[in-house]
Nanobody, 122 residues
Framework: QVQLVESGGGLVQAGGSLRLSCAASGRTFSNYAMGWFRQAPGKEREFVAAISASGSRVYYADSVKGRFTISRDNAKNAVYLQMNSLKPEDTAVYYC???????????????WGQGTQVTVSS
């Protein structure tokens, strides 16, 4: 069992930045790839970014490539999502999740956090 808790969401103006954090507890964090997903009202949950267990491989959705950066600190059992140049269309609840590999499909993730709201005003 892995417990995940996100933090760092909030309200920001377009063009601004936020850094999301996800704290993990339970089974060995460094064994798991981690992903960030988001879900806007009335829309399906979508992939944002993923990172391998060692941190050597990262993947991004085209919509966030060049603006968002995923990273992890296995010593602190944490994964981060640095979000720059935010746009109103980035508004969503953001979730972190753990999986055996850095999948882009949400179905590959077994453990999920409760989510943190990000709102970008125009």
């Amino acid at each position: 069992q892995v417990q995940l808790v996100e933090s760092g969401g909030g309200l920001v103006q377009a063009g601004g930045s936020l850094r999301l954090s996800c704290a993990a507890s339970g089974r060995t964090f460094s064994n798991y790839a981690m992903g960030w997903f988001r879900q806007a009202p009335g829309k399906e949950r979508e992939f944002v970014a993923a990172i391998s267990a060692s941190g050597s491989r990262v993947y991004y959705a085209d919509s966030v490539k060049g603006r968002f950066t995923i990273s992890r600190d296995n010593a602190k059992n944490a994964v981060y999502l640095q979000m720059n140049s935010l746009k109103p269309e980035d508004t969503a609840v953001y979730y972190c999740a753990a999986a055996p590999s850095p999948y882009q499909a949400s179905s590959g993730y077994r453990y999920w956090g409760q989510g943190t709201q990000v709102t970008v005003s125009s």
